[in-house]
């Protein structure tokens, strides 16, 4: 399980509200925390419809159009490392990583400025289902997250472990303290769903958008994947 929000930085949140519940941060344990962080950052995803945490897709297919964009479904792209056309004889012939550009971490250009001559096409024209194969990294880099200290995304030594943007992991943090203080961020419920007392059930609504502070539903706005393809 990794986290979009660094443990130390979960204990300074709680440590902020901790006055809601009487209790201390040393009364949880880090393996309770950090499974919070875990569904939090999952959470997080699921509401963005985005896959956050740095991995590497290894021949992602594609059904190109004739357009000379391709865009990949995941970003930040931080690394693009092959892209392969159809050949229409049982094989995929990679092209030169010259006759192609990444803009913005999120798209391909193909051909190149300047490469228009120069590539297997002169734009992402094959048409057949599955005809591009792309190889690329893609997200942010959590290595860490369970040990870094709270003033890691200042320090150097520790950028190349840890880039989580700071509003995407305050809200990640925000949501993973209201779970555990409250199941809700208007109720103390202290993360039940359900509860049965005096031969009464209660049941208590799972976590939905509306169900969540400002900063945690600007954060989601602002990283929630708009498909382009």
Sequence with gaps: MD???????????????????????????DVFLQSALASATR???????????????????????HERKLYLKNYPVTTLTTVKFWDDNDSYDTETSTNYTLRDQRYIWYPAKGKEASGLYTQFTVND????????????KVLNWNSLNIWSKYDADHLTDFNVPEDMEHAVGVMAALAIQDGRWDRGTLGMTSKSTMGESIVIDKF????????????????RDIQAF
Excluded at 3 to 29: F, W
Excluded at 43 to 65: C, H, K, M, S, W
Excluded at 215 to 222: G, K, M, N, P, Y
């Design 3 to 29: 986290s979009l929000c660094r443990l130390q930085y979960l204990k300074s949140e709680i440590l902020l509200n901790m006055k809601m519940t009487g209790a201390s941060v040393g009364d949880i344990g």
């Design 129 to 140: 289902e599955d005809s591009v194969s792309v190889t690329y990294t893609y997200g942010y």
């Design 43 to 65: 959470e997080f995803e699921g509401l963005t419809n985005r896959n956050l945490i740095q991995a590497t897709v290894t021949d992602e297919l594609y059904t190109p159009i």
């Design 208 to 223: 939905d958008l509306s169900n969540y502070p400002r900063v945690v539903i600007d954060a989601v706005e602002r990283y």
